[in-house]
């Protein structure tokens, strides 16, 4: 078992991408992401780990040179945040496409304008049709694990498509939490090593990121989400996997105290942990609140969202972004797809929170389920709201 | 060649036989052909260095000629060739 | 002079045989630049990979699921060729190291048109430059945006007609003065600049080789002869592409380490850039004061590179 340690988390995300051997990372440095990099220079400076470490010019290049030595048949790690990742919005879908395992780490902050370096998820939002596996994570322990798994998942030969970890900026990125580092032993026995499905090299010439016209492009597209969807199954058994070997064991949908709860609230990321508090101070009143936390955003979790959702006679759905004049945030949309068709189905409220980095505190969670309780009439149900917006 | 499927397509559809654009004939394009006249050839291969489908070849003879399969009948051949050994033809 | 003399009579033998770039590329017929990729890959050899930009060549080359390319090649997308072969050189360089990849020297080249190379790439390829990969890059000029219909790019001569700069009533053109990219790339302190025209195939080819042999970053401006958007028949491709080095439109030279040497093709004497302009449909609306204003520009630009030439001596 590894060591029980005190670190900043990304630091420790930086120590625990050390630990699996990557061949290159080619990063660009960007607040609150830049802990990251920075630590992972200081670990090739050190000669801790032996790596290609590429200072690119933007995070365009950050993703292009991923991609280009991912090619290669290279382990390789990047890693941002923000306008960072708006930027190379443009090759994530090539990235996917041409079946690269890239893993990156997204310090979640919020989109400019105007500009603002705190946490939300607005960054991470427009990117949701990219085609990669994404991953929310609620605390330290969580970004190391996921940040290791990563590439389990990535590279097995099932999958074969890159992976974004999000890891909320400041609030999780910033924060120094004690966990547990597991050992280079372990992480070498975990975690095999890459066997690319094609190589750039003189050896086999092969022809990457083809031109295709309309008479293959509908078949790729459908190849490329039949790969997302399949790799759920894969995502599962390295999971458990995990939860044998470290007695960690993650879920897709976690919930807490739902067994009996007459409305639920749906969290991702981060807040989850201050939402908690709210349950069980709601609890000791006598409401009966549970908590469900979406972790696996991409492939989503269909059949498991429907599962712990459908029995509740309310459920709030949280947003730390917006689709601005749509139907409400990106995953009140998406949970509410999800049980359109569920003969019975609860009333669903949004609630748009935390953007830009605004605190929240229990009482602004209690709050939430106050007002839903409140709504008798259930007038505000199916619409959103921006919470603890001065009028 | 029959069109895949999409079960049928190679992971991030990575094309791995080199080359294979070959399949595929340019020459129809073609509306002119070039012709080698052999007695005025001094076999300099300017022809072929200058043939922007590569589809000059020397035969062992080491005189020159055209594979007509891609062959677009741009003319550079002909028109480079300094002994003017090579005349355009309209295609019939 | 007659070309030929440059060729010592039996040019095949001079070049690599294998074709690198395979027949039934959907390039149109007179291009030039395909033909510059052609001989590029002859001197390059097999143990390349090469990043391509977005362009002419992506598109004609690389028709899914078949290829011309018989090296290893990848396409990401428009702006990012150098870095997306900065990173294959580091990802080979980290594989060599580890021992998971045969120990073989691979040279990583990176490819693109002017728009790719001179607009939209120019950040990625500076700092590739910059960082000092060892690597090739090669800036295929065909001086606009051909692949999307003939644009304008900052690589599109003074006075050129293109569709979104189209020469009328009261404009003639382009009214701008073409980027020197190559002057750029010598700015980077890179080891070795070039430029070249495969009008001229074996001082390209010799050009390629030496930027092959140097370990770090080279840049090579390959003028690429485009007769679908300068407007000239496709037999004449070649000879527009002397005519522009005969005329010093296009001069070629290299730049070692900071020293300059203009290669031996260029001639003593200049013909007149009218000469050039004629044939090309691109150049046909401009006056004669539009003529000789381009004129004396090329003669002065002409004039700082061989004093370049005579004050930083390889």
């Known amino acids: 078992m590894g060591k029980r340690i005190g670190m900043e988390v990304a630091v420790a995300v930086a120590e625990a991408v050390g630990l699996c051997n990557i061949d290159m990372a080619a990063v660009y440095p960007i607040t609150p992401q830049s802990h990251i990099a920075e630590h992972l220079s200081d670990l090739v400076a050190d000669g801790r780990i032996d790596a290609e470490f590429v200072t690119v010019e933007s995070e365009h290049s950050a ?37 690269l395992p890239i893993c990156m780490a997204i310090a979640n902050r919020a989109v400019s304008g105007p500009l603002n370096i705190l946490n939300d998820h607005t960054d991470i939002m427009p990117q949701r049709d990219s085609g990669w596996i994404s991953i929310f994570v609620e605390n330290g322990q969580e970004a ?28 999780l990125t910033h924060m120094v939490e004690p966990f547990e580092m597991p050992t280079q032993e372990e992480v070498n026995q975990f975690l095999p090593p890459f066997v690319p499905h094609a190589t750039l090299h003189p050896s086999k010439p092969v022809t990457m990121g083809a031109f295709a016209m309309s008479d293959y492009f509908a078949e790729i597209m459908k190849a490329k989400d039949e790969a997302l969807k399949n790799s759920k199954k894969v995502i599962l058994d390295v999971w458990n996997e995990w939860g044998k070997l470290f007695g960690r064991k993650y879920q897709p949908v976690e919930t807490y105290k739902i067994e009996d709860a007459d409305v639920l609230m749906l969290t991702m990321g981060s807040m989850g942990e201050t939402a908690q508090i709210a349950i069980d101070e709601l609890r000791a009143k006598g409401v009966k609140a549970g908590l469900v936390k979406l972790r696996l955003w991409r492939p989503f979790p269909l059949a498991e969202i429907k599962a712990v959702l459908k029995n509740a006679k309310k459920l709030i759905v949280t947003d730390r972004a917006i689709s601005f004049g749509g139907p409400g945030g990106p995953v009140f949309s998406e949970v509410k797809s999800a049980l359109y068709a569920e003969a019975k189905r609860p009333l669903i409220y949004n609630y748009i929170y935390g953007l830009g980095g605004r605190d929240m505190a229990v009482k602004d969670f209690t709050g939430m389920f106050e007002k839903v309780l409140a709504d008798t009439t259930n007038q505000e149900a199916d619409t959103y709201e921006f919470w603890g917006v001065r009028e | 060649m029959a069109l895949k499927t999409w079960k049928e397509l190679p992971i991030g559809c990575v094309v791995s036989e080199p080359g294979s654009a070959s399949e595929y004939h340019t020459g129809s394009w073609r509306s002119q052909r070039p012709v080698w006249n052999d007695t005025k050839c001094i076999k300099c291969g300017i022809c072929y260095v200058y043939c922007p489908e590569g589809c000059i070849q020397q035969s062992e003879d080491g005189f020159f000629q055209a594979n007509l399969d891609y062959c677009k009948g741009c003319g550079i051949c002909a028109h480079e060739c300094w002994p003017h050994a090579i005349s355009m033809v309209e295609e019939g | 002079m007659n070309i030929v003399e440059n060729f010592d009579l039996f040019a095949p033998r001079l070049i690599n045989k294998k074709e690198l770039l395979s027949p039934g590329h959907r390039a149109c017929s007179g291009c030039g630049e395909v033909l510059a990729v052609r001989l590029m890959c002859k001197a390059l050899g097999e143990n390349t990979v090469i990043a391509s930009a977005t362009g002419c060549m992506e598109i004609i080359s690389s028709m899914f699921p078949t290829t011309a390319w018989e090296v290893p090649w990848i396409h990401v997308a428009f702006e990012n060729a150098a870095s997306v072969a900065s990173g294959i050189e580091a990802g080979l360089k980290a594989l060599r190291k580890k021992g998971k990849i045969d120990d073989r020297y691979v ?24 960082r000092g990969h060892d690597m090739i890059y090669v800036c295929f000029d065909n001086e606009a945006y051909m692949n999307t219909g003939i644009q304008r790019s900052s690589g599109t001569p003074m006075g050129a007609s293109t569709t979104t700069a189209p020469a009328g009533k009261v404009s003639m053109g382009q009214k701008t003065w073409k980027k020197n990219m190559p002057e750029i790339m010598v700015a980077h302190g890179i080891p070795y600049v070039a430029t070249a025209c495969p009008s001229y195939p074996l001082d390209f080819i010799r050009k390629m080789e030496k930027a092959k042999s140097i370990k770090g970053p080279s840049y090579i401006h390959c003028f690429s002869m485009c007769p679908t958007g300068w407007r000239s028949p496709s037999h004449t491709a070649i000879s527009m592409g002397r005519l522009a080095v005969e005329t010093g439109a296009f001069p070629l030279y290299e730049v070692e380490n900071g020293h300059y040497h203009l290669s031996s093709e260029m001639p003593k004497k200049f013909k007149p850039i009218k000469d050039y302009f004629k044939p090309q449909g691109r150049f046909r609306h401009l006056t004669a004061d539009e003529i000789e204003m381009i004129q004396e520009r090329v003669n002065i630009e002409y004039k700082k590179l061989v004093e370049k030439a005579k004050y930083l001596k390889i």
């Open chain 1, 63 to 99: 993703m292009s040179a991923v991609i280009g030595a991912s090619g290669t048949g290279a382990r390789s790690y990047t890693a941002t945040s923000s306008q960072g990742l708006m930027y190379m919005h443009e090759l994530l879908p090539i990235a996917s496409a041409m079946r």
């Open chain 3, 107 to 130: 040279k990583v080249v990176g490819m693109g048109g002017d728009g790719a190379t001179m607009d939209i790439g120019f950040q990625a390829l500076s700092g590739a430059m910059e």
């Open chain 1, 144 to 171: 190391i694990d996921m940040s290791i798994m990563s590439f389990k998942i990535a590279e097995h030969k099932d999958v074969m498509l890159p992976v974004n970890v999000n890891i909320d900026g400041f609030q």
